[in-house]
């Protein structure tokens, strides 16, 4: 440990070998259900219906997306219990690789995978909470302000969130549980009473069919944004350093919360096709399209339905930005012991044990974010990115698969098949998203955020070069 990072601080205190694991199984779950059920559900099924008409196209990406997203949980549980430090991705990809690479990793996971995800789901849940009220908004709000209310709202969001998970563990734990539980109960019912009791048509989905040579191409897009839907499931491994008995609770925190999340998700896109005629959905405008659950929940349940569940999407991505906010300042604080980072960043609150410097790092990148564009150049900007990050720590269990001195470890079943999978999927679809045309920009910006990661290991952290594995 670095005794720089406080030596002189009454406020923050550095982070000690014997720190306390505080989280149990189920934080585990709900922070992966949280960090997964997000901003992809509620929108990306409709982009692909708007683009293919093709339902059975939508579950079959959903299905596959899900199975990748196992795939990826059952690497990190291995990597997870084998080194069971504060840190994931960053720490995977350094004793991998590096602490280079881990750098890159580090920085690009910060960036694309929790201050523009938090962003997001920011950002579409001020959209879902003013969409009830737009009406009277739009006639009492000058112009100027309500053209900048999804990032103002969001703005605030995040700040909110952000206290919250520096005043402790248990207050993080205990908001975290009850905004997941909410958020969860509310799309299963909605759901439920969607499939049962509203309106709708089963033979929506004989619109099916096998998909044609341009529909290819967006179903590998759109396999990018379920990819960013699933996410996720590598977030308890996150708190690999404060979850009790990590060899047996992290797997079961990380596949028992992507399989139930896999299930919702399934769920849910049932719902949205049976609500929506997807030959209807083809005509929408593409922006409209990116509703489709506030479209679905108005033709099946009605309209004053769809102004509660508009209130309640909203307030349920708080969920998923509160997941965020919780889990990425652990990279930080893992970078900031190993240098790359600012040192001030690793310290924790003195008293409450918290990260709160690296908190306030992402909430001001977060913030930044919400300001930066449109709500659909936010999501490629990250779907991209985020898919080179997660292929970048799954391949590192082959090298971690070589080392005899970590910890005894849960294994991959199959190995090396489902890494195989992730990888030759995430390949193909950042190819895919780079050479489209409408998503070109973003997804090449994103890939050069994980380039600036390579630019600061290389010229900007010298003590990297000199530096040793951390075990």
């Known amino acids: 440990m670095n005794s720089r990072n406080n030596s002189n601080s009454s406020i923050f205190s550095s982070p000690t070998s014997g720190q306390s694991r505080p989280y149990g199984v189920w934080s585990g779950v709900f922070l992966v259900v949280a960090s997964m059920i997000g901003a992809g559900i509620l929108t990306s099924p409709g982009y692909t219906l708007k683009e293919t008409g093709n339902p059975a196209g ?5 299905v596959l997306g899900g199975i990748v997203a196992l795939c990826g949980a059952l690497c990190v549980a291995e990597m997870a219990t084998a080194l069971p430090h504060v840190g994931g991705d960053y720490v995977f990809v350094r004793e991998a690789f590096g602490r280079e690479a881990g750098a890159v990793a580090g920085w690009a996971t910060f960036i694309l995978g929790f201050a523009a995800p938090t962003a997001v789901v920011a950002r579409l ?14 006639e009492n709000m000058p112009e100027w302000l309500w053209s900048t209310r999804e990032p103002l709202v969001a703005t605030g969001f995040i700040a909110l969130i952000s206290v919250v998970h520096c005043l402790g563990a248990s207050e993080s734990a205990w908001f975290q549980g009850v905004t997941t539980l909410a958020k969860v109960i509310m799309l299963l019912g909605l759901a439920v009473a969607g499939l049962f009791l509203g309106k709708g048509d089963w033979s929506h989905f004989s619109a099916g069919h096998w998909p044609s040579g341009e529909e290819w191409s967006s179903l590998a897009s759109g396999l990018a944004y379920v990819g960013y839907a699933y996410a996720g499931w590598n977030g308890a491994g996150y708190l690999a350093g ?10 079961r925190a990380l596949v028992g919360g992507c399989a139930g999340v896999m299930a919702i998700y399934l769920i849910l896109n049932v719902f949205y096709i049976r609500a929506l005629d997807p030959l209807a959905v083809m005509g929408l405008p593409f922006e409209q399209a990116g509703r489709i ?11 004053r339905v769809a102004g509660v569940v508009a209130i309640l999407f909203g307030a349920g991505l708080i969920a998923s930005a509160s997941a965020y906010l919780l889990t990425g300042p652990r990279v930080v604080v893992a970078m ?12 924790l609150l003195r008293g409450r ?5 690296a908190t306030a790092c992402q909430a001001v990148v977060s913030i930044a974010c919400c300001w930066s564009g449109s709500f659909l150049e936010l999501l490629d900007y990250t779907s991209v990115g985020l898919t080179a990050v997660m292929a970048m720590v799954v391949a ?3 090298p971690l698969r070589r080392r005899t001195d970590l910890a005894p470890a849960f294994r991959v079943p199959w190995h090396p098949l489902p890494a195989l999978l992730l990888l030759g999927l995430s390949g193909w679809t950042i190819v895919v998203m780079v050479v489209n045309p409408a998503r070109h920009i973003p997804s090449v910006l994103s890939l050069c955020t994980i380039g600036l990661g390579i630019l600061v290991a290389r010229w900007f952290l010298p003590s990297l070069k000199a530096g040793s594995k951390v075990g």
């Open 293 to 303: 659950a506030e479209i679905a929940s108005r033709e099946s349940l009605g309209d």
């Open 336 to 347: 900031a012991r190993d240098g790359a980072f600012p040192a001030f960043a690793g310290t």
């Open 396 to 398: 590192s269990i082959f």
């Open 125 to 138: 849940s001020a959209n879902y909470l003013c969409a009830p009220f737009a009406p009277f908004l739009v």
């Open 242 to 251: 404060e979850i009790r008995d990590p060899r047996l609770q992290l797997p």
């Open 58 to 62: 939508l579950m079959a990406i959903w």
């Open 353 to 357: 044990e918290t990260p709160a410097i």
